[in-house]
């Protein structure tokens, strides 16, 4: 055997192998590498859309946040401007309502006055028709008549 022939033997089939990878075996692998980075860089694209997106999302909440503390607030105010027209209106309410009651009770007591006193003007003038039946029954004398009059004013 010869170490030339072996050589380019050898030589002829290196060129061989190489060829035949080039050929046949370096396109699928360098395919299936464009198509790896390009899944690489797609995914890279979709992760830094999606951050921006959940920064806008992120900005749209506290948008949203702010406008709901505002209304929120709003209403707060509201509902204690309504609380305190409430209270108003109870007040002024009740004063009425205790004026119409303090009328009442006024007239009411200025009617059992005037019966009480329609009750003493009734009694005296028994008492005084009494008084004048004793003092016409009765003898006419002055002590007689004080010592009359004076039992009438202790009954009275």
């Given at each position: 055997?010869?170490?030339?022939?072996?050589?380019?033997?050898q030589?002829?089939?290196?060129?061989?192998?190489?060829w035949?990878?080039?050929?046949?075996v370096w396109?699928?692998?360098?395919q299936a590498?464009?198509?790896?980075?390009?899944?690489?860089?797609?995914?890279?694209?979709?992760?830094?859309?999606?951050?921006?997106e959940?920064?806008?999302?992120?900005?749209?909440?506290?948008?949203?946040l702010?406008?709901?503390?505002?209304?929120?607030?709003e209403?707060?105010?509201?509902?204690?401007?309504?609380?305190e027209?409430?209270?108003?209106?109870s007040?002024?309410?009740?004063?009425?309502?205790?004026?119409?009651l303090l009328?009442?009770?006024?007239?009411?007591?200025?009617?059992?006055?005037?019966?009480?006193?329609?009750?003493l003007?009734?009694?005296?003038?028994?008492?005084?028709?009494a008084?004048?039946?004793?003092?016409?029954?009765?003898?006419?004398?002055?002590?007689?008549?004080?010592?009359?009059?004076?039992s009438?004013?202790?009954?009275?």
């Open positions: 055997m010869n170490i030339n022939a072996t050589l380019l033997g030589t002829i089939t290196f060129f061989v192998f190489v035949f990878c080039m050929k046949y396109p699928p692998i360098m590498l464009g198509e790896r980075k390009k899944q690489i860089a797609d995914g890279l694209a979709a992760g830094e859309r999606g951050k921006h959940l920064e806008l999302a992120s900005k749209r909440g506290a948008g949203i702010y406008e709901t503390k505002q209304k929120s607030s209403i707060i105010a509201q509902a204690e401007k309504r609380a027209e409430i209270i108003e209106e007040k002024t309410n009740a004063k009425i309502e205790g004026e119409r009328a009442g009770a006024k007239a009411e007591i200025e009617q059992e006055v005037n019966r009480a006193k329609e009750g003007r009734q009694q005296v003038a028994d008492l005084a028709l008084g004048a039946e004793k003092i016409l029954r009765r003898e006419i004398d002055a002590k007689a008549h004080a010592e009359l009059l004076a009438i004013k202790n009954e009275l």
